[in-house]
């Protein structure tokens, strides 16, 4: 026998450009947005009746009109996710939950006042989860990319048959890192939030000497905790982006560490989570896996 369990339905990767034209100079926003419904979806399911689903189109449309209808809310992803989702939970029956989740591309003003800048060191992010009484609220970062030219040590490691790596006292370490991190409050300078956290970030991984790649990732964390009272849990993925010495003595040539083989696949991949000793229990802060 065969029985429904999780199930969820939405818009996916919606794009909205918003422009604040009240300020001179000119602001702007703009976001991926992807939208994710459940609850009381069993007939869609079972039986094929549509009569509970708010059409996918509607959801898109909902988007780019709350773009205009939530006013300033819309200046911080998580201050517009927090009135999208609850929108959703609070006005159409039967959806009991909704989650929200941002790409947001950062932009910064040109030599013009009308004039931007797609500032690529990264892609902020955010998850807003409603489920018409909690609200959750997470942040992060993606596509973040770091580079130690030293610092960085790896040996003493567990060896069997098939190991063939060196053990090195210095290193070259990089990754492309993706990051989320648990508010437990609203009562947020979103904005401010997010600056000081990716701070954090950058500058405790440039500045720990690490002897192992999973020991800097946990003082990351442990930083941007630090820094915030009011976020709970932080957790991060880190491939480890390998970077090899380049053979060049077959050419007659020293090479002392300076010339490198950048190989993007395969990579280490580690990912932990910190949280605070006192945390409460996440919920469904955080999504586990695509879509979901």
């Known amino acids: 026998m065969a029985k429904l369990g999780h199930n969820q339905y939405g818009k996916a990767e919606n794009r909205v450009v918003r422009v ?9 926003v703009d976001y991926n947005v992807s939208v994710a419904l459940w609850g009381g979806q069993e007939a869609a399911h079972l039986e094929g009746d549509n009569s509970p689903t708010l059409p996918t189109d509607s959801q898109k449309n ?38 929200v989740k941002f790409e947001m591309y ?28 909690t609200t ?24 069997d048959k098939y190991t063939t790596l060196k053990p090195t006292r210095d290193r070259v370490v990089a990754t492309s890192l993706t990051a989320q991190w648990w508010h437990t409050s609203e009562d947020v300078d979103w904005g401010k939030s997010h600056e000081t956290a990716v701070q954090a970030i950058i500058d405790t991984y440039g500045n720990h000497y690490s002897l192992a790649h999973q020991q800097t ?40 560490n300076e010339v490198f083989h ?13 949280q605070r000793d006192d945390a409460p229990d996440p919920g469904l802060a955080f999504d586990p896996g695509q879509g979901w």
């Open 62 to 99: 909902t988007v780019y009109s709350y773009a205009k209808e939530a006013g300033d809310a819309v200046r911080q992803p998580e201050s517009f996710g927090i009135a999208l989702a609850r929108h959703f939970v609070a006005d159409i029956e039967p959806v009991t939950h909704a989650r």
């Open 262 to 274: 950048a190989d993007d696949r395969p990579y280490g991949l580690q990912e932990c989570t910190v």
């Open 20 to 28: 604040f034209r009240d300020s001179d100079p000119h602001e702007i």
């Open 106 to 133: 950062p932009w910064t003003r040109g030599n013009n006042p009308h004039a931007f800048v797609r500032d690529g060191r990264f892609v902020r992010t955010a998850t807003i989860t409603y489920d018409g009484t």
């Open 136 to 159: 959750w609220v997470v942040s992060g970062v993606k596509a973040l990319s770091i580079l130690k030219t030293s610092d960085s040590e790896y040996h003493s490691f567990l060896q």
């Open 217 to 256: 990732l946990f003082e990351v964390g442990a930083a941007v905790l630090n820094g915030q009272p009011q976020i709970a849990e932080f957790r991060i993925t880190a491939p480890n982006l390998h970077h090899f010495d380049y053979d060049l003595a077959r050419f007659g040539v020293e090479n002392n």
